[in-house]
């Protein structure tokens, strides 16, 4: 199992500026995924962060809006880049880790960010 | 393109009552996962299915894989105000270490 905090666990932040979100693992942890969640609305995944190489971006989002670091095996952060109220949402970070009887995905409480 | 849909997307019934949701795709997913999401926090994993067929129990909540691993159900018995949240189902991407989540079903049970 993996046991993931996050910082902060909400914002509520101005247009145009920045935020980052950041994301502990209690394990080392080869993948960290991050995702997003609109009010009401399931996950959407903004990519995959791998230790020592750059992150994968699913179609829709960019380096430029959601750079993400991903110094070491335990650690990563998101910003939120240039925010407008578009970008309110929760924000999620995920990782696999080995489960009971397969690899599960453990996530962590969030982030819920409001844009002004 | 490999989608789940959920189906119904909101469910509103009274404690006690029965009630089954749906994740369907036209794509074969090796495995299905089922997971649970409450107000201010993450999902959490109920199950995986990993079989054609394969039926799952935990505690009232069944959980049943279609043979032709296209569809599963979650299937709640006697529902409690504690099963209120939101469940989404999950599958392997065949094309990329990730997962694919379903539209997700919003559950509110009324005491």
């Known amino acids: 199992s993996a046991v993931i905090s996050q910082k902060p666990s909400r914002d509520i932040c101005q247009r145009g500026t920045s935020l980052t979100i950041q994301c502990q693992v209690d394990s080392q942890v080869t993948m960290m995924f991050w995702y997003r969640q609109q009010p009401g609305q399931s996950l959407t995944l903004i990519a995959t962060?791998?230790?020592?190489?750059?992150?994968?971006?699913e179609s829709g989002f960019v380096i430029d809006k959601f750079p993400i670091s991903r110094p070491n095996l335990t650690f990563s952060t998101l910003t939120v880049s240039n925010m407008s109220p578009e970008d309110s949402s929760i924000y999620l970070c995920?990782?696999?880790?080995?489960?009971?009887?397969?690899?599960?995905?453990?996530f962590g409480p969030g982030t819920r960010l409001t844009v002004t | 393109t490999q989608l789940l849909e959920q189906s119904p997307q909101f469910l509103s019934i009274q404690e006690g009552e029965n009630l089954t949701v749906y994740c369907n795709s036209s794509?074969?997913?090796?495995?299905l996962q089922w997971y649970r999401q409450e107000p201010g926090e993450g999902p959490v994993l109920l199950v995986t299915?990993?079989?054609?067929?394969e039926v799952k129990k935990l505690k009232r909540l069944t959980f049943q894989f279609g043979d032709a691993r296209k569809d599963s159900s979650l299937h709640i018995t006697a529902a409690q105000p504690g099963d209120t949240g939101l469940y989404l189902c999950?599958?392997?991407?065949?094309?990329?270490?990730?997962?694919?989540f379903g539209s997700g079903t919003r559950l509110s049970i009324r005491p």
């Open positions: 995920s990782v696999e880790a080995p489960g009971q009887v397969f690899d599960e995905q453990y």
């Open positions: 299915v990993v079989t054609g067929g």
């Open positions: 962060a791998n230790q020592g190489s750059e992150a994968t971006y």
């Open positions: 794509s074969v997913f090796s495995s």
């Open positions: 999950a599958g392997p991407s065949r094309s990329a270490s990730k997962i694919i």
